[in-house]
C-alpha cells in the first residue's frame, strides 16, 4: 500500500487497528502528512513490531 492509499483509506484502517489492539489511542493513530515515520514508530512502541511487519499488517488489513 503507498501513501496515496494510506492516506485515503486512514480512517478505516484507524478503526481496525484500535479493535486488534486496543491500547492504540486516537493520539497514536493520527495521521499527519509528511510524518509516517513517527505514525508507524508510535504503534511498534505499542503493538511491539518492527515497522516492515508494521507495513504488512496494514496492508492486510
Do not use: C, F, H, P
Not at 18 to 40: F, M, N, R, S
Request: glycine share 8%.
Amino acid at each position: 500500500m503507498d501513501k496515496t492509499e494510506l492516506k485515503g483509506k486512514w480512517n478505516e484502517l484507524k478503526g481496525k487497528l484500535k479493535q486488534q489492539y486496543a491500547d492504540l489511542t486516537d493520539d497514536d493513530l493520527l495521521y499527519i502528512e509528511g510524518k509516517e515515520d513517527e505514525l508507524y514508530g508510535r504503534i511498534q512502541q505499542k503493538v511491539g513490531k518492527s515497522k516492515e511487519e508494521i507495513k504488512k499488517l496494514i496492508a492486510d488489513l
